[in-house]
C-alpha cells in the first residue's frame, strides 16, 4: 500500500483528513482483519504483527481460517436479513476496510431500495470509505466515522439515512471484542437495542477463546502491544451480549455452521460465534 493521500468524502460524517491520522508506527485492528482476509490495506507494521498472531495458533492458515468465516457470516447473516427477514435497512457498526461484497452490495442486490449507514473508528476505513458510498439509485449509503461506545452520536447519525421507525438490522460483527470491558459491551448493545423499532434485529459475531486459549491469551498480548486492547471470551460472556434477543435458527453458534451454504468448507475451528437475533416485541 502507497502513502499517497486519497481521502474520500463520506457524506454525514464530519471529520479531519485521515491521512494525518493513520498512525503506521503500529498495527491496526482494521489493518490486521483486512490483513487476514487478503486484503491490500495494510502496511508492514501489520504484517509483522499478523506474522506474531500467525505463530501463536497450532493449525498454519488460523488467522486467514478465522477472518474468512467471519466474512462469509457476514454475508450469508446480510443475505438471510434481506431475504428472510425483508430488511431494507441495515446500521454496520465496526464495518471494517471495504471488501466486495459489502453489506450494501449484498442487501441493495436483493432489495435495491435498501438504505445503509456504516460506522468504523479507524482512519484506514475512513480513507477508503468511498467505495462503501456508491449505493444503487434506488438506495442509499452513509458512512460515519465514530466510535460506537457512543450510541446517541451514532444514532443521530443513523437517522440521517435510517427511518428508525421502521425495522432496522444493526450489525455487530467481530467487533465487540474491541470492547473490553464486558458490562460496556452489555450497556452499548441495550442502548442500541432501544433505539431500534419492533422487527428490528441484529446480526452478531464475537470472537471466543474457547477452543485454544493460550493461542487467544497471546494474540490479545500482541495485541496490546500495538495499542489495540482487545478482549476474546468464552461462550457464556458472549451469550449474554444476546441474551435479549430471540435468536434464529441454529442460535449462537461457530460462524462456519451458522446457515452453512457451501462457501465456508472449514473443518476446522473458526474461533468467533455468530448468531442472528430478533428484537423482542
Ligand atoms: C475485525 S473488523 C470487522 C469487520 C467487519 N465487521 C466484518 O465482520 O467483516 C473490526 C472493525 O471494528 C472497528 N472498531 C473497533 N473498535 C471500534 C469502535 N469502538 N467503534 C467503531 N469501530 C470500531 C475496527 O476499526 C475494525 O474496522
Known amino acids: 500500500m502507497t502513502d499517497t493521500p486519497d481521502a474520500p468524502g463520506p457524506a454525514g460524517a464530519a471529520h479531519e483528513d485521515p491521512q494525518q491520522r493513520i498512525d503506521t508506527s503500529r498495527a491496526s485492528s482494521a489493518r490486521l482483519y483486512d490483513l487476514y482476509v487478503g486484503g491490500k490495506d495494510h502496511y508492514g ?50 464495518v471494517g476496510v471495504p471488501k466486495e461484497p459489502n453489506t450494501h452490495e449484498i ?7 435498501s438504505r445503509v449507514v456504516y460506522v468504523d473508528n479507524d482512519p484506514i476505513v475512513l480513507r ?9 439509485p434506488e438506495g442509499a449509503t452513509d458512512y460515519a466515522d465514530a466510535d460506537l461506545r457512543r450510541p446517541d ?27 473490553p470491558d ?12 432501544v433505539a431500534l423499532a419492533p422487527g428490528s ?23 496490546a502491544e500495538e495499542g489495540i486492547a482487545a478482549n476474546v471470551r468464552p461462550r457464556a ?19 462456519h455452521t451458522w446457515r452453512p451454504d457451501g462457501t465456508d468448507l472449514s473443518t476446522e475451528h473458526t474461533h468467533l460465534y455468530g448468531a442472528v437475533g430478533l428484537k423482542r416485541p
Open 182 to 193: 464486558d458490562d460496556e459491551v452489555r450497556d452499548v448493545v441495550s442502548r442500541y437495542l
Open 107 to 113: 442487501a441493495q442486490g436483493l432489495v435495491p431500495s
Open 201 to 223: 434485529c441484529v446480526i452478531f459475531s464475537h470472537v471466543t477463546d474457547d477452543f485454544e486459549p493460550d493461542a487467544w491469551r497471546e494474540t490479545e498480548r500482541i495485541y
Open 153 to 179: 452520536e451514532v444514532l443521530s447519525i443513523a437517522r440521517r439515512t435510517l427511518a428508525m421507525d421502521r425495522p432496522v438490522a444493526l450489525m455487530l460483527c467481530s467487533v465487540l471484542q474491541f470492547v
Open 45 to 94: 507494521v501489520d504484517k509483522d504483527a499478523g506474522t506474531r498472531l500467525a505463530e501463536a495458533f497450532r493449525a498454519e492458515g488460523a488467522i486467514q481460517r478465522i477472518g474468512t468465516g467471519a466474512r462469509l457470516f457476514h454475508d450469508r447473516a446480510v443475505r438471510y436479513a434481506a431475504e428472510e427477514l425483508g430488511m431494507d435497512q441495515y446500521l454496520d457498526i465496526g
Open 237 to 255: 460472556v458472549i451469550e449474554s451480549f444476546v441474551a435479549g434477543l430471540d435468536l434464529v435458527d441454529p442460535g449462537l453458534v461457530e460462524v
Open 128 to 136: 477508503h470509505a468511498e467505495a462503501l458510498l456508491h449505493s444503487c
